[in-house]
């Protein structure tokens, strides 16, 4: 992901590297319940936390590059302690919204969001390392794109908190510039709120980013993924970005690397104002 970095310096941005968050092994570190690696998972997000406040409080654009989705908790967390006013969209196949009761696998990238909104804090068990963790964000600063996995527990979480939503039918439906059109229009109504973009590049179809922990058919295609963040550039209010998810372990072929490192890589240069007339 250096080459994220050195194109963005080559594109006139100022970029600081903070460098990489080493994160301890934990051997015995049990599940809760049938939640896995939470010890592991806890104490990466405090670091990430305190990594994503450091560049908030330095007064940078925070760029936090996965690693897997579950270290949104920190980020989001971290970002939250700077801007409390912030609005989240959220790009994903998945909402990333079991709680550690809902979850079918207990893997907690497919939780990190049930973690810090509000009206889902009595659903919370105490686990081990999670006790730092405070709700910040309520369901109406979210807004999700790109949902086509959803699994029912996370669809009833979503209608009865009624988190705004536009699954690949919206994007079908509507076309992906009125989707950015209505969630700006959401995030935005009344005050210009600072936005956290938490990307994960299986939002994109996995033609184009298959290298991939959890990938699904049907999914944005290069273009539609690179207009998300060209729109949400030129709104100004981008205040943080993750973008996660990508593996190379999960390619089958070497090319499959590149093709899913190029595309977040794009995405990246897109938040930064890179423009595709040149
Ligand atoms: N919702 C899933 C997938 C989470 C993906 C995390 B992400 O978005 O960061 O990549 C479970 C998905 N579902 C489980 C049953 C079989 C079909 C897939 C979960 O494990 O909670
Ligand atoms: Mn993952
Ligand atoms: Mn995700
Ligand atoms: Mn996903």
Redesign the pocket.
């Known amino acids: 992901m250096y080459e994220e970095i050195i194109k963005l310096s080559l594109s006139g941005c100022a970029v600081k590297d903070y460098g990489n968050l080493k994160f301890e092994d934990l051997p015995d570190d049990e599940p809760f319940g049938s939640t896995k690696r939470p010890r592991a998972v806890g104490l990466a997000n405090k670091q990430v936390a305190d990594a994503v406040q450091r560049v908030k409080n330095d007064g940078h654009t925070c760029v936090m590059l996965g690693g897997?989705?579950s270290l949104a908790i920190g980020s989001i967390h971290g970002h939250a302690a700077c801007r409390p006013e912030l609005k989240v969209v959220w790009v994903?196949?998945?909402a990333?919204i079991?709680t550690p009761l809902t979850?079918?696998?207990g893997?907690i990238?497919?939780?990190p969001m049930s973690y810090l909104i509000h009206e889902l804090c009595a659903k919370i068990p105490h686990m081990p390392s999670f006790s730092w963790i405070k709700p910040c964000i309520a369901a109406k600063d979210i807004v999700y794109i790109g949902l086509r996995?959803v699994?029912p527990e996370?669809h009833y979480i979503l209608k009865h908190l009624g988190i705004k939503t536009f699954s690949m039918t919206e994007v079908d439906s509507l076309g992906i510039a009125k989707v950015m059109e209505q969630t700006c229009d959401y995030i935005s109504s009344k005050i210009k709120n600072p936005i956290h973009l938490s990307y994960?590049i299986?939002a994109l179809d996995p033609s184009v980013a298959p290298a991939t922990?959890?990938p699904v058919i049907g999914g944005l295609t290069y273009r539609e993924g690179i207009y998300i963040t060209e729109y949400l550039c030129q709104t100004g209010l981008l205040s943080a970005i993750d973008l996660?998810?990508v593996n190379p372990k999960q390619a089958k072929r070497e090319e499959e690397v590149h093709w899913t490192a190029n595309a977040a890589v794009d995405l990246v240069l897109g938040c930064f104002g890179r423009v595709r007339e040149g």
Request: hydrophobic share 10%.
């Open positions: 897997d989705h994903d196949a998945h990333d079991n979850s079918p696998t893997n990238h497919g939780q996995d699994d996370e994960d299986d922990g959890t996660v998810e």
